[in-house]
């Protein structure tokens, strides 16, 4: 017992070697949290927005589906109300921008009853196909815009626009 | 297109494209009786017109909205605005309002007049389907005009 007597030289020694070990471990853990922080976001569903459409209902035929998010415009914070023409290909939802590449009206669905199996655009005669594709001869020049969606809860949720991937 | 200068910019170069040119026409009724159906009138004549610009931006510009006193004199009040539309390259002018006093004047076409629906005390999404139906009976008007004079 009396042979592993600890020294003061010894206790003062292993005591500062503690207490400096937490000082350092306490400055560098948030360091290290901050570091690390964006690999730890979760980017997975933050920016969808949940639509009050099911998706079991949604079909080959497109329908429209609205979606509500709040917009920030300088000061002023408003609700802003867009829409989507949501259809399936084959179990695949696909939602496009009822935004018109011409000018930017909104698209019908079967707007023009001479062209039922098309998106028209009233303004100037724009129409595309289901997929969105721009017809030739008619004013826009690209075809619409896609949005990401996806299913949430049985619920169609639509995320960010994004260039047309279907054609 | 919005009166604003970006939509602006985009108007100058398209101006063969967007040729209808849509003025809100509201009356200011500042009495104590009147203020309140007077500031809802205001605000459903302006969802309306935000909601048909959405509709057919490409094609229409929306002016902001023209107010008035009461005791306005519409007749001069319509004889310049027309005047200073004709100067521009509008082939289309359309004038909503909801004061039924523009029915009875001669100077100006194409005035839609619309009963005010007091949309300010129903909840959002009973506002939005009564303002889409509105939307719907104004669109045809629109294409009408369009197709009839193109």
Redo the contacts between chains.
């Keep these: 017992m009396s042979n592993n007597r600890v020294s003061r030289r010894q206790f003062l020694g292993y005591t500062l070697t503690g207490v400096g070990g937490f000082m350092a471990a306490g400055m560098l853990m948030p360091m290290v949290r901050f570091a690390v922080d964006p690999i730890l976001q979760q980017h997975d569903g933050g920016d969808f927005v949940l639509t009050d459409q099911a998706v079991a209902d949604i079909t080959e035929e497109p329908v429209r589906v609205d979606f509500t998010f709040e917009q920030v415009d300088a000061w002023y914070t408003s609700e802003v109300t867009n829409s989507a023409w949501v259809y399936k290909e084959g179990d695949k939802l696909i939602a496009l921008s009822p935004v018109c590449k011409h000018l930017g009206c909104t698209v019908n669905w079967a707007g023009s009853p001479d062209y039922p199996t098309q998106f028209f655009c009233p303004c100037h005669a724009g129409r595309y196909e289901k997929n969105g594709q721009n017809i030739a001869g008619t004013p826009p020049l690209g075809p619409l815009d896609e949005y990401q969606v996806k299913e949430q809860d049985g619920f169609v949720a639509i995320g960010a626009v994004r260039e047309n991937t279907l054609v | 297109m919005h009166f604003n200068s970006k939509d602006i910019d985009?108007y100058a170069g398209?101006k063969e494209?967007?040729d209808t040119a849509v003025v809100p026409l509201i009356e200011l009724d500042l009495t104590d009786a009147g203020m309140k159906a007077s500031a809802g009138a205001s605000e459903y004549l302006q969802s309306l017109t935000v909601i048909l610009e959405?509709?057919?931006?490409?094609?229409i510009l929306l002016l902001p909205p023209i107010s008035y006193a009461r005791a306005a004199d519409r007749s001069q009040l319509g004889q310049q605005l027309k005047e200073e539309l004709s100067e521009t390259a509008f082939k289309h002018v359309f004038y909503l309002t909801t004061d039924p006093k523009w029915r009875s004047i001669e100077e100006l076409e194409n005035v839609l007049w619309l009963p005010a629906i007091p949309t300010g005390d129903m909840d959002?999404s009973f506002k939005?389907s009564v303002m889409e139906d509105q939307l719907r009976q104004v669109?045809p008007l629109f294409?009408k005009e369009w197709t009839h004079h193109s």
């Excluded at chain 2, 959405?54 to 094609?59: A, E, N, P, S, Y």
């Design positions: 985009l398209q494209y967007v959405k509709q057919f931006k490409g094609r959002q939005k669109l294409t």
